[in-house]
């Protein structure tokens, strides 16, 4: 069974641009989530997308947004990008319900200049 | 608020010796307990988790964890350690609330593991 693949796995912008990552499930899962990875923050949780409804979301800013698609696929956007969003994005997916664990995909490394 | 602390950024043990590795969490209800590990420029891996049941749950590549509710405590241990076991630590909560509804997972910071050969 294939993994959870991310794409694009690097990019580069500027900032005050806009970004979206695309992340797509392992077959069959249902759930998945976005965080996002920095050496000093850790994971942190961006949302969390159940059959294409948001269920849960963390504390970042409203230039944060994803989505998910009916084929569980799902893309995250960030707008208007700081220096700060420089980070590791991963997307997780599980099957369905809170006892499963999560299946993490290579991240994308996206980088703001 | 659910939280998970893990107290040691680095654990460094050597080669063949006991690992111990060191979590505590904080929530309202009952917790789901995971851990996770990530290899360098790999992603992150599941290596076991605590949902139910026994207090000692077994997980891949030999490790085992020990969920203690009167501590809120969820270490990681492994009997005799491997130089490849040096890696970065990850322990996850979830907090699964009586009045139901769906938490997010929320992770440590992490804890470095340098198995010394």
């Known amino acids: 069974k294939a993994g959870v693949t991310q794409t694009p796995r690097y990019l580069i912008k500027t900032r005050g641009q806009q970004v979206t990552l695309s992340c797509s499930p392992i077959s069959g899962h249902r759930s998945v989530s976005w965080y996002q990875q920095t050496p000093g923050q850790g994971l942190q949780f961006l949302f969390e997308y159940f059959s294409e409804t948001q269920r849960n979301k963390g504390n970042f800013p409203g230039r944060f947004s994803g989505r998910q698609f009916s084929n569980s696929r799902s893309e995250m956007n960030v707008s208007t990008l700081e220096l700060g969003d420089s980070a590791l994005y991963l997307c997780?997916?599980?099957?369905?319900?809170?006892?499963?664990?999560?299946?993490f995909g290579p991240g994308t490394r996206l980088t703001v200049t | 608020a659910q939280s998970v602390a893990q107290p040691e950024d680095q654990v460094n043990v050597a080669e063949g010796n006991p690992l111990t590795v060191k979590c505590t969490y904080s929530v309202s209800g009952n917790p789901y307990l995971f851990w996770y590990v990530q290899y360098p420029n790999r992603g992150l891996q599941f290596l076991l988790k605590?949902?139910?049941?026994?207090?000692l749950v077994k997980g891949s590549y030999g490790f085992e964890a020990e969920f203690n509710k009167s501590q809120t405590s969820f270490h990681l241990k492994k009997p005799s350690a491997l130089v490849s076991d040096s890696a970065l630590y990850f322990c996850?909560?979830?907090?699964?609330?009586?009045?139901?509804?769906?938490?997010?997972?929320?992770f440590g910071t992490g804890t470095k593991l340098q198995v010394i050969p």
């Open positions: 996850a909560v979830r907090d699964i609330l009586r009045s139901g509804g769906y938490q997010k997972v929320t």
């Open positions: 997780a997916s599980s099957l369905s319900g809170d006892d499963y664990e999560q299946y």
């Open positions: 605590y949902i139910t049941g026994d207090n």
